[in-house]
């Protein structure tokens, strides 16, 4: 996917600033009006969560819509975005290429990244497949 295509493009010129979030205890359906109201399809999962023996982890996650499909699926409504968000998020700094970021999905098997600042390392957007997709059609976008 590198080449012509995409030369130059970072992950900030295409990815969604911001960082929608919830943590762990966060019921499913309350997590589904995050992503209607804000239109987006996924939510990072992240925060204290108390197992069923008391003890306390910390979760990081991303809670992508195919998770929500999942846990409906699986008739489990009642569950909590912590039990359902990928455990693995895989983040870019936002000065990668997205020819980068198309690879890393594709290694990863994902459709969401989480992009973070080079200085600090906090996270500042979201990244998609569709981000992806929109920056090899429509390249004059995507430099501007």
């Given at each position: 996917?590198?080449?012509?295509?995409?030369?130059?493009?970072?992950?900030?010129?295409?990815?969604?600033?911001?960082?929608?979030?919830?943590?762990?205890h966060?019921?499913?359906?309350?997590?589904?009006?995050?992503?209607?109201?804000?239109?987006?399809?996924?939510?990072?999962?992240?925060g204290?969560?108390?197992?069923?023996?008391?003890?306390?982890?910390?979760?990081?996650?991303?809670?992508?819509?195919?998770?929500?499909?999942?846990?409906?699926a699986?008739?489990?409504?009642?569950?909590?975005?912590?039990e359902?968000?990928?455990t693995?998020?895989?983040s870019?700094?936002?000065?990668?290429?997205?020819?980068?970021?198309?690879?890393?999905?594709?290694?990863?098997?994902?459709?969401?990244?989480?992009?973070?600042?080079?200085?600090?390392?906090e996270?500042?957007g979201?990244?998609?497949?569709?981000?992806?997709?929109?920056?090899?059609?429509?390249?004059?976008?995507?430099?501007?």
């Amino acid at each position: 996917m590198t080449g012509p295509a995409m030369p130059g493009v970072p992950a900030s010129a295409v990815m969604h600033h911001g960082v929608i979030a919830a943590p762990p205890h966060t019921p499913l359906v309350d997590v589904a009006s995050q992503m209607a109201d804000n239109g987006v399809h996924c939510v990072v999962v992240e925060g204290l969560a108390r197992s069923r023996g008391g003890q306390e982890t910390l979760v990081w996650g991303i809670l992508s819509d195919l998770d929500l499909m999942r846990a409906i699926a699986a008739g489990r409504l009642d569950a909590s975005a912590g039990e359902f968000a990928a455990t693995e998020i895989v983040s870019v700094e936002s000065t990668t290429q997205v020819a980068d970021v198309a690879s890393l999905m594709a290694e990863h098997e994902c459709t969401h990244l989480v992009v973070v600042s080079p200085q600090s390392g906090e996270p500042v957007g979201v990244v998609s497949s569709l981000d992806v997709a929109r920056a090899l059609a429509r390249p004059e976008t995507a430099s501007s």
